[in-house]
């Protein structure tokens, strides 16, 4: 069964870093694809960053140079580091996992996990 948990998540002022952690059971991180989703009240969920186990990576626009994706196989986790925060990157990020591209479309993955909330305030 697998499993996926997000950890690192909480409130920052605007400019502020957050480094969010996802870690896997039943699962191997550098087997397909991985990606970090998030949805903030009242908005669809969106693809914010992906990344595939040749080390190839999808950004989505508003957090391109801002956020950075990476994977460490040996720990089986996923890490979002997201730097120069703003209010609008408020919401709860998921990791999702199971996608033969670096897609940011919801439907390209088959496991998720439950969230962790990211607040950032002006």
């Known amino acids: 069964q697998v499993q996926l948990v997000e950890s690192g998540g909480g409130s920052v002022q605007a400019g502020g870093s957050l480094r969010l952690s996802c870690t896997a059971s039943?699962?191997?991180?550098?087997?397909?694809?991985m990606g970090w989703f998030r949805q903030a009240p009242a908005r669809e969920r969106e693809g914010v960053a992906s990344?595939?186990?040749?080390?190839?990576?999808n950004y989505a626009y508003s957090v391109n140079g801002r956020f950075t994706i990476s994977q460490d196989n040996a720990k089986n986790a996923l890490y979002l580091q997201m730097n120069s925060l703003q209010p609008e990157d408020t919401a709860i990020y998921s990791c999702?996992?199971?996608?033969?591209?670096?897609?940011?479309?919801?439907?390209?993955?088959?496991?998720w996990g439950q969230g962790t909330q990211v607040t950032v305030s002006s």
């Open positions: 990344i595939c186990r040749d080390g190839g990576t």
């Open positions: 039943g699962y191997t991180t550098g087997s397909y694809c």
């Open positions: 999702a996992a199971g996608s033969v591209v670096p897609s940011l479309r919801i439907t390209a993955y088959n496991y």
